[in-house]
């Protein structure tokens, strides 16, 4: 039998490897490997201010450095094809990205098309046309909250070089409105322990119209869209554009399409369901 492939998990904005703790839980019970990647300053390399902790200083919080100034996408992509070359001398390794590590996915295969014999984007952001942060001002976004996020920030990225958001903020609204956007389908209580994963810093490097899928190389790779029907924060009609473009790219590589009923963050908290489809595709079944 053909090596079973391992999984490399690459997480979105604000997240970590803790994101994916309770999906590799089911992915072993399946008798399946996997790793998760913290992108550089993610994890235990973050920053967390003592301001952040309670009671917070908000002042504080919006002058405080960040080691996440200055990291950009090239970064992130050197990190995974590192992780990605040491995973690969042990047999065939599935790329699955979420949200905005979709965009590292994107130029990790890019680059380094070898390293990747299959690349999975769950609700991730896979730039063909546009840069990521373009997309965000099309009329498939309309319907994002995005005044949530930005009612989070707690410092003027100019002055911190870095995004940086306040989410232990005891605002009820802006809890209920995260918890719209974000994880509408669990409970506060579950909202709550996610929220509680996340770092309140993100690098300001979305990626440029020079990051976006190329067909010499990322439209070389078999590739699999998992849509999340319920998500509010990259809304089903941009994920089917994000699909229709991708194939349009590489029209004889087209995507394998898969539907999960989730919210954004919704998979990651109850992923069974998306550990089975991801043995599929381990089994050769995309």
Same mark, same amino acid.
């Given at each position: 039998? %053909?090596?079973?492939?391992?999984? !490399?998990?690459?997480?979105?904005?604000?997240?970590? &490897?803790?994101?994916?703790?309770?999906? @590799?839980?089911e992915? =072993?019970?399946?008798?399946?490997?996997?790793?998760?990647?913290?992108? %550089?300053?993610?994890?235990?390399?973050?920053?967390?201010?003592?301001?952040?902790q309670?009671? @917070?200083?908000?002042?504080?919080?919006?002058?405080?450095?960040? !080691?996440?100034?200055?990291v950009?996408?090239?970064?992130?992509?050197?990190?995974?094809?590192?992780? /990605?070359?040491?995973?690969? +001398?042990?047999?065939?390794?599935v790329?699955?990205?979420?949200?905005?590590?979709?965009?590292?996915?994107?130029?990790?295969?890019? &680059?380094?098309?070898?390293?990747?014999?299959?690349?999975?984007?769950?609700?991730?952001?896979a730039?063909?046309?546009?840069?990521?942060?373009?997309?965000?001002? +099309?009329? $498939?976004?309309?319907?994002?909250?995005a005044?949530?996020? #930005?009612?989070?920030?707690?410092?003027?990225?100019?002055?911190?070089? /870095?995004?940086?958001?306040?989410?232990?903020? =005891?605002?009820? @609204? /802006?809890? =209920?409105?995260?918890?719209?956007?974000?994880?509408?389908?669990?409970?506060?209580?579950?909202f709550?322990?996610?929220?509680?994963?996340f770092?309140?810093?993100?690098?300001?490097?979305? *990626?440029?119209?020079?990051?976006? #899928?190329?067909? $010499?190389?990322?439209?070389?790779?078999?590739?699999?869209?998992?849509?999340?029907s +319920?998500?509010? &924060?990259?809304?089903?009609?941009? @994920?089917?554009?994000?699909?229709? +473009?991708?194939?349009?790219?590489?029209?004889?590589?087209?995507y394998? !399409?898969?539907?999960?009923? &989730?919210?954004?963050l *919704?998979?990651?908290?109850?992923?069974? =369901? #998306?550990?089975?489809?991801?043995?599929?595709?381990?089994? *050769?079944?995309?």
């Amino acid at each position: 039998m %053909p090596p079973m492939p391992t999984f !490399v998990l690459v997480h979105g904005a604000f997240a970590n &490897s803790f994101s994916f703790a309770p999906l @590799q839980a089911e992915l =072993a019970l399946l008798g399946l490997r996997s790793l998760a990647v913290d992108l %550089p300053g993610h994890g235990f390399a973050a920053t967390y201010p003592g301001a952040y902790q309670a009671p @917070q200083d908000l002042a504080a919080l919006a002058t405080t450095p960040g !080691v996440l100034k200055g990291v950009t996408l090239a970064d992130n992509a050197a990190h995974v094809i590192d992780v /990605l070359e040491r995973a690969r +001398e042990h047999g065939p390794v599935v790329l699955v990205a979420h949200s905005r590590g979709g965009v590292t996915a994107t130029a990790v295969t890019n &680059s380094r098309p070898d390293l990747v014999d299959r690349l999975v984007y769950v609700s991730a952001w896979a730039p063909v046309v546009l840069d990521a942060a373009a997309y965000n001002a +099309e009329p $498939e976004m309309a319907s994002v909250d995005a005044a949530a996020l #930005a009612g989070a920030l707690a410092a003027d990225p100019a002055d911190v070089g /870095l995004l940086r958001c306040n989410f232990r903020t =005891a605002d009820p @609204q /802006l809890l =209920a409105r995260l918890k719209a956007v974000f994880l509408a389908d669990g409970t506060d209580d579950e909202f709550r322990t996610f929220l509680s994963t996340f770092q309140p810093d993100e690098n300001l490097d979305p *990626g440029t119209a020079d990051d976006v #899928a190329r067909a $010499e190389t990322w439209g070389t790779v078999p590739r699999t869209y998992v849509r999340l029907s +319920e998500d509010a &924060s990259l809304p089903l009609a941009m @994920q089917d554009r994000l699909i229709r +473009e991708g194939d349009a790219l590489t029209p004889d590589n087209p995507y394998a !399409v898969h539907t999960l009923t &989730s919210s954004h963050l *919704g998979w990651l908290v109850r992923p069974r =369901a #998306a550990a089975e489809l991801l043995a599929k595709v381990a089994a *050769g079944r995309p």
